[in-house]
């Protein structure tokens, strides 16, 4: 359907925002003219009587987009729950036509676009729909944001197969939130993580403590191999 990237993680609160940031701002700064789009937040907040999705307002404190917050945030929702089950406590019905709706026009105003999933992998959108439906449907290779610590091989090759099970093309794992202090798990996990899934490790994002005056687009651009990431999704200036 178009030229882009889904960010998916092996978790929730993983770093699939700041990681959507920092390629945005990283692939802008060489020049593309990226969107952003967040289909699904659960969690929205209100104020001044407008519901807002925090991942877009953290998105918007880190670079500069014109487009229409509605099309890039469609859905929000105010329980901090499974895009699912946050639309049956609210008593809303997800329209998927309104995002394929929103996807198609940011489309025709960018050269691609980033797209961020909610949660990890195979959380539930709607009624028998999962994030892989909508990546499936959106036509986006993948980018799976992984956590650098000890478990995290499990959850990362767990993803990375059953992501490929389902059909989808895995672009690459990023490895976010390293620390300054690495142990041996830490050392050593992001090899056996490509040994084990056969992925490439596109980067590893160092972890960030004061995120509101850090430059997210020079650090992936330090971090993440982005040549990688312009070949394979194709983007053209």
Do not use: C, W
Request: glycine share 8%.
């Amino acid at each position: 359907m178009g030229q882009g990237i889904f960010i998916t993680g092996t978790d929730t609160d993983i770093g699939k925002t700041v990681v959507t940031a920092g390629l945005t701002a990283a692939l802008s700064q060489q020049g593309y003219d990226l969107g952003v789009m967040k289909p699904f937040q659960s969690g929205a907040f209100k104020e001044d009587d407008r519901l807002l999705a925090p991942d877009i307002e953290f998105i918007l404190q880190h670079i500069s987009l014109d487009a229409d917050y509605d099309l890039m945030n469609p859905i929000r929702l105010q329980p901090p729950l499974a895009p699912s089950v946050a639309a049956k406590e609210e008593g809303v019905k997800i329209d998927l036509n309104q995002i394929m709706s929103a996807y198609q026009q940011l489309q025709e105003e960018y050269q691609g676009l980033v797209v961020e999933g909610a949660g990890g992998l195979m959380v539930p959108l709607a009624e028998d729909f999962l994030i892989p439906d909508l990546v499936m449907r959106l036509d986006l290779p993948v980018i799976i944001v992984a956590r650098p610590n000890l478990g995290t091989i499990n959850h990362t090759v767990l993803t990375v197969k059953a992501a490929r099970q389902l059909g989808l093309d895995v672009l690459g794992v990023i490895i976010n939130g390293y620390p300054k202090e690495a142990g041996v798990a830490e050392e050593t996990n992001p090899d056996i993580i490509s040994d084990l899934a056969e992925v490439p490790i596109l980067g590893i994002m160092p972890y960030i403590e004061e995120m509101e005056q850090v430059d997210l687009g020079k650090i992936v651009a330090d971090s993440v191999d982005l040549e990688i990431i312009i070949d394979s999704v194709e983007l053209k200036y």
